[in-house]
């Protein structure tokens, strides 16, 4: 199965910025929009991000999307320890026809 | 309030058969997309396949066609996975999610995934 690649880790002290990039391919993001999903560990996934860069209501403006050809980049600001966290991003493949994940970035909080 | 409930843990011997579920609430359950997904022990997300409930229209990754079953009874507003036959390598946590969006623009297709259901831990062990 095709997937997004993400860096496994990223780090910061409280307050900083964290950036989280997702690489794909022109039949993904290049193609279509990119989803950003929380996953605090024991807890199901939750949507962050949608439309490569909307917040849903709910969601702290300290987090921000982007896109640019076939890569896009999760922007968190003034990092807190409730960031801590797995973050995926995600977009549909038009060759798979299907929905496919980021590998996936766990964010630490130092 | 929208809500995907899902059906329970389940622990089961390599061979038999399940069915688990996904009931949604507080929303039209048959005018949107229903997603499920996997995430094998300390793995990432991996998408299964998709169901529209107004008319079981189904679709399947590539990965999972042919291993797992998607289905869903609209009466019920509830979405199923089945399995007839489990394979130890078939343990993980399971996510329903809504499909919400659903339409192309100047952007691309753009469908994304919320709210999700809590997950379902299944585990095939002898």
């Known amino acids: 199965q095709s997937v997004l690649t993400q860096p496994p880790s990223a780090s910061g002290t409280p307050g900083q910025w964290v950036t989280i990039s997702c690489s794909g391919s022109?039949?993904?993001?290049?193609?279509?929009?990119v989803d950003w999903y929380q996953q605090v560990p024991g807890t199901a996934p939750k949507l962050l991000i949608y439309?490569?860069?909307q917040r849903p209501s709910g969601v702290p403006d300290r987090f921000s999307g982007s896109k640019s050809g076939t890569s896009a980049s999760l922007a968190i600001s003034g990092l807190q320890s409730e960031d801590e966290a797995d973050y995926y991003c995600a977009a549909w493949d038009d060759s798979l026809n299907g929905y496919i994940f980021g590998t996936g970035t766990k964010v630490t909080v130092l | 309030e929208v809500q995907l409930v899902q059906s329970g843990a389940e622990v089961k011997k390599p061979g038999e058969s399940l069915k688990i579920s996904c009931k949604g609430s507080g929303y039209s359950f048959t005018s949107y997309w229903i997603g499920w997904v996997r995430q094998m022990p300390g793995k990432g997300l991996e998408w299964m396949g998709t169901i529209y409930p107004g008319d079981s229209d189904t679709r399947y990754s590539p990965s999972f066609q042919g291993q797992v079953t998607i289905s869903a009874d609209k009466s019920a507003s509830t979405a199923y996975l089945l399995w007839s036959s489990l394979k130890a390598s078939d343990t993980a946590i399971y996510y329903c999610a809504r499909r919400v969006g659903s339409y192309y623009d100047s952007d691309g297709y753009s469908s994304w995934l919320d709210p999700w259901g809590q997950g379902t831990l299944v585990t095939v062990s002898s």
């Open positions: 439309e490569n860069h």
């Open positions: 022109s039949s993904n993001i290049g193609s279509n929009t």
